[in-house]
């Protein structure tokens, strides 16, 4: 059983904006908590949708966009309920940095969490047993953060119920990004969509561009594709703009052979930009070792067909970093 506390009362009416408290005790604070940002906005009966962003803490145009949606909207606008965790892994938002400075962790890869575990894995325990069960809708808003570029894109989170990928391919559309990619992160259980699916909730996931800045596209592309999304489950109304349509291709990372890991250590040079087509066995770029300039480079090739989805983003890369994404024509059933 969760030890978080909130003041927040999920079911009244209006806007609340709070924090959730996961007590903490580390050396320099004897009876604190974590605080985490917590906010809900409600109106009458509808639909509930969690909406979360900073999962990791340096991927930025989520948590702006969920900031921004909690102080501007009214609660006249909602039909249902939309809670709000804008800066999910507060530690790792704080710190700019893809994994928590406390504890070290990764928070999606430590779904459904562990109510008697370490901080990180109390906050992914604390949505998967308290706010999941509220939920019908799920959205998770992520982007490359600082160590990938990543082609602005809505993504599908695999389910094994026909109607549930149905119900989520719909959404995923109505978002509105250019690019619609289904991704199961190489069947990761761990993930917080992964995690929302199998919880039964419509689920939608976000990669917003990266490299450890705010897109101005990007940002744009999440502002629009949250509100379309929630028109959509009719919480709240249209903008008014056309309905998104279903995209004639939709992609996917093909398994473990879109990935271009590093062989070594050095610096890689990227053969190129995000948004080429590529072919398997096509060179990709080529590891430096500038220690030693005798020494040859290293020359990666795609292992598989598609287009340059992201794209590493600092020079520098040890053995297993992954240096390209590759995402190609997704062929299985959506509907």
Known sequence: MSSAHTTIDFDRNGKQVGFVDIPHSP?????????????VIKNGNG????????????????PITLGEMIRDLDPAEVSGRLI???????????????????????????????????????????????????????L??????????????????????????RRNTAAVV????????????????RTSTATAVRAGLITVGTEMGGAGTVSLEALAICRRGVRNVLAHLGITE???????????????????????LSP?????????????????????GCIHNLGDPSRQPELLRYAADGVVYGRRQ?????????????AAPFEGELD
């Open 27 to 39: 050396h320099d604070d004897a009876w604190g908590a974590t605080r985490l940002p917590l906010a």
């Open 47 to 62: 639909p509930t949708a969690i909406l979360l962003a900073g999962n990791h803490g340096d991927e930025y145009e989520g």
């Open 84 to 138: 709000f965790l804008p800066a999910l892994n507060l530690p790792a938002v704080l710190a700019g940095q893809r994994t928590s400075p406390v504890d070290g962790l990764n928070l999606n890869r430590t779904f459904p969490g562990d109510p008697r575990g370490t901080i990180t894995q109390q906050i992914s325990a604390y949505v998967s047993d308290v706010l999941m069960p509220m939920g019908d809708a799920y």
């Open 140 to 165: 998770d808003l992520h982007s490359g953060g600082s160590s990938l570029n990543i082609l602005p894109s809505a993504i599908i989170e695999p389910s094994h119920d026909p109607e549930l990928r």
């Open 174 to 189: 109505a978002f509105g990004a250019p690019l619609t990619v289904v991704i199961d992160n190489l069947g990761e259980p």
């Open 238 to 260: 249209s903008s008014g703009a056309p309905v998104p349509e279903r995209p004639e291709a939709i992609l996917r990372i093909p398994g473990h052979d879109g990935y271009l």
């Open 264 to 284: 070594c250590n050095g610096v890689f040079e990227p053969y190129h930009p995000l948004g080429t087509q590529v072919s398997a066995g096509q060179a990709a």
């Open 314 to 326: 600092p020079g520098r890369v040890t053995a297993g970093n992954c240096c390209v994404a590759v």
